[in-house]
């Protein structure tokens, strides 16, 4: 059974950072496809980050501020989030094989975590 279990979501204020860790389980954990995604009230859910064989992209809202990454030894991916702002509040979700790539960009992936909470406040 596969699990994905986020973690390190709170509440912050504007300008703080927050560090997401998303670690899977029963899984076949490689660095082939990672993602992390957001979903704010009344609002569809957005790409945030991905990580496609090492190659990292990111939304044009979050580019210059948050940074994916991977511990292939703890099967665990990081979302790295600085300077936040009030617009980052939502929750944050974790994805794990992808499945469908547009332009180098994961779109879809087969695996979700439960999601973490994000709240920044001005």
């Known amino acids: 059974q596969v699990q994905l279990v986020e973690s390190g979501g709170g509440s912050v204020q504007a300008g703080g950072s927050l560090r997401l860790s998303c670690a899977a389980s029963?899984?076949?954990?490689?660095?082939?496809?990672m993602g992390w995604f957001r979903q704010a009230p009344g609002k569809e859910r957005e790409r945030v980050a991905t990580?496609?064989?090492?190659?990292?992209n990111y939304a044009d809202s979050v580019k210059g501020r948050f940074t994916i990454s991977q511990d292939n030894a703890k099967n665990t991916v990081y979302l790295q989030m600085n300077k936040l702002k009030p617009e980052d509040t939502a929750m944050y979700y974790c994805?794990?094989?992808?499945?469908?790539?547009?332009?180098?960009?994961?779109?879809?992936?087969?695996?979700w975590g439960q999601g973490t909470q994000v709240t920044v406040s001005s």
């Open positions: 029963g899984y076949k954990y490689s660095d082939d496809c």
């Open positions: 990580i496609l064989y090492g190659v990292r």
């Open positions: 994805a794990a094989d992808c499945y469908v790539v547009v332009s180098g960009v994961p779109q879809n992936f087969t695996y």
